[in-house]
């Protein structure tokens, strides 16, 4: 009887051994082979031996593969894991343009509308004669209805009073335009401080950020675009993004430029199997 048991158990030792158990599969390719879903109830450990129980990580970490043959450990990763109902930045576009708008300065007059409304259209010169700065331009695709775009544009504004002792204004505006329909819009004034030194010349650093929420999904093409609203002297000098003169020697392009940011926001959702 006892060398029954004996065999008994040699035999079922052997089995635990060698053998490769299958869950879902009658042909396991490893020691434990699980086909189909997988529920842990408690802790993971890893890298532990027949004396030592494995290592259950820490909070936050995740568990990192090695490669073959190797045990997988847990790292601390530098990520921010988002949740549900959180929003997550999906994209941020980056533009920059050193051509400017030239084509509102002395030679043109001013349009004398102060008010604008979201919707208005570009080429709509009754809302205001608009003029683009073209290398501003982006196209992306929004994929979720549940978002937040978010803007922010910045741009050098020089002018020239007719006589450098003599303090001249213009006021003017600039807006971001989507798909050719104004979203948001800041108008300001450029006053010159009666500048002998500087020849009249004088520089103003224009801002605009804006958040537009809950952007229809689809392909959306984002501009900028200023215009000018009244000058106290029909004959000052004023450009966007540039300066007046290439000669002078108070600015240039680089130090006037126009940049636009663009960050793509959205809601973050998790589909359940």
């Known amino acids: 009887m006892k060398r029954i048991i004996y065999s008994c158990a040699t035999g079922l030792l052997s089995l635990c051994v060698n053998?490769?158990?299958?869950?879902?599969?009658?042909?396991?390719?490893?020691?434990?082979?699980?086909?189909?879903?997988?529920?842990?109830?408690?802790?993971?450990?890893?890298?532990?031996?027949?004396?030592?129980?494995?290592?259950?990580?820490?909070?936050?970490?995740?568990?990192?593969?090695?490669?073959?043959g190797l045990p997988p450990v847990w790292k601390s990763l530098n990520v921010s894991f988002m949740e549900e109902g959180q929003y997550k930045l999906i994209n941020s576009y980056l533009s920059s343009d050193q051509n400017g708008i030239t084509g509102l300065s002395n030679t043109v007059t001013a349009d004398g509308i102060y008010l604008n409304?979201?919707?208005?259209?570009?080429?709509?010169?009754?809302?205001?004669?608009?003029?683009?700065?073209?290398?501003?331009?982006?196209?992306?695709?929004?994929?979720?209805?549940?978002?937040?775009?978010?803007?922010?544009?910045q741009t050098g504004v020089e002018m020239k009073a007719p006589a450098a002792t003599t303090s001249q204004s213009v006021t003017f505006a600039c807006g971001v335009f989507r798909?050719?329909?104004?979203?948001?819009?800041?108008?300001?004034?450029?006053?010159?401080?009666?500048?002998s030194e500087k020849s009249g010349i004088q520089d103003y650093i224009f801002t605009l950020n804006y958040t537009e929420q809950n952007v229809p999904v689809g392909v959306q093409?984002?501009?900028?675009?200023?215009?000018?609203?009244?000058?106290?002297?029909?004959?000052?000098?004023?450009?966007?993004?540039?300066?007046?003169?290439?000669?002078?020697?108070?600015?240039?392009?680089?130090?006037?430029e126009s940049i636009m940011k663009i960050d793509v926001i959205e809601y973050v959702t998790y589909k359940s199997n």
Do not use: H, M
Request: charged letters at 20%.
């Open 19 to 68: 053998a490769q158990v299958g869950i879902g599969t009658t042909s396991p390719k490893s020691t434990l082979d699980i086909n189909g879903k997988t529920t842990l109830r408690k802790e993971l450990r890893v890298g532990g031996t027949s004396d030592v129980p494995g290592n259950p990580g820490l909070n936050g970490q995740v568990l990192v593969s090695q490669g073959e």
């Open 179 to 195: 798909n050719g329909k104004l979203v948001a819009v800041r108008p300001d004034k450029i006053v010159s401080n009666n500048n």
């Open 117 to 153: 409304n979201v919707g208005d259209d570009i080429t709509n010169t009754a809302k205001g004669k608009w003029v683009k700065i073209d290398g501003l331009k982006n196209t992306f695709t929004i994929k979720n209805g549940k978002n937040r775009l978010t803007y922010q544009f």
């Open 221 to 256: 093409e984002l501009e900028v675009a200023c215009r000018k609203i009244n000058t106290s002297n029909a004959n000052s000098q004023f450009t966007v993004g540039r300066n007046v003169s290439d000669t002078n020697t108070v600015s240039n392009a680089f130090t006037l």
